[in-house]
Each structure stands twice: as C-alpha cells, then as structure tokens.
C-alpha cells in the first residue's frame, strides 16, 4: 500500500498558478504582435500596390508624391494604419522597482539578489508578481487596442481605394 500523496503548499500553489498566468500572458503578447507584423506586411504591399502609378513615373518630385497621397484618403489612411500598427510593436513599459524587475533587467549582482529573494517573505514576492502581472496585463491591453484600430483602418483603406478613393 502506498502512502496518500503529500499536499502541495498553499503557497506553492499560488506560485505555480501565477508562472502559469505569465505563460499565458506571454502568449497573448506575441500572438499580437505577430498578428501586427503580418497585417503590416499586407499593408505595406497594399500601399505599394496603390502608389505605383505614381512610382511607374521617371523622376516624381517629393512635392508629387505629397500631392498623390493627399490626394487619395486611402493613402493617407493606411499610413496612419501603418504608423498605429508600428506604435502597438513598441515595448512600452513602467520602470519598475521591484524585486522581480531587478533580477529580469538590472545588472545587480546576482548573489545579492538571491540572498534578497531567499530572505523574502512569499506573501511579499506573490503581492510584487500579481502587481507585475497586472502591468503585463495593461500592456497587453493597450497592444490590442492598437492592434484593432490599425486593422480596421487597414480594412477602411482598402475599401476606400476600391470604390476609387
């Protein structure tokens, strides 16, 4: 007959759901922005595609390549598509100073910042993850929002130039 297996900790429990919360969050944050890269390939070609009557031309002058993009709203949309999607692909985040930020991006010693993380009282170290979560969280957010405004800006220019704007 075997033992009953020992219970896990409670704490240990909190630790190993929140490593997983951050798995996943980190998994969110580059669907989107491989969902990004992708829409920004297409609409890079798209505004290629719209621009090479102009482009067909020998020499046009900066001020005709203005004048051509001002002059189609499709254009001038997906730029402003573009530049969205090009501002949700930067990794925009709070300084922080929190143990767990230290060990990730300081170049503090390293024994000093195990000998602080051992010393740590775990109610401590799970109050600092869930705050850091929370700030991934945001983050993730914030890529989304950029990421939908640029899609659908991406899916007005393209209607625009179909319909001969």
Do not use: C
């Amino acid at each position: 007959m075997t033992a009953p297996p020992v219970p896990a900790h409670p704490k240990q429990d909190k630790a190993a759901l929140l490593a997983a919360f951050y798995g996943y969050l980190g998994g969110r944050i580059d669907s989107v922005a491989r969902r990004s890269s992708l829409l920004m390939a297409f609409l890079a070609s798209f505004l290629g595609f719209a621009m090479s009557p102009l482009m067909k031309r020998d020499a046009a002058s900066v001020s005709e390549k203005v004048e051509f993009v001002l002059s189609h709203p499709s254009l001038l949309i997906g730029v402003a598509g573009m530049i969205i999607l090009l501002w949700s692909d930067l990794a925009r985040v709070r300084r922080a100073d929190d143990l767990f930020s230290r060990i990730a991006f300081s170049d503090l010693d390293i024994g000093s910042l195990q000998d602080r993380y051992v010393g740590s009282q775990i109610d401590d170290l799970f109050r600092q993850m869930i705050a850091n979560t929370r700030v991934v969280g945001e983050f993730l957010k914030r890529k989304i929002r950029l990421y939908n405004a640029g899609a659908i800006l991406f899916a007005v220019s393209v209607s625009l130039y179909v319909i001969g704007l």
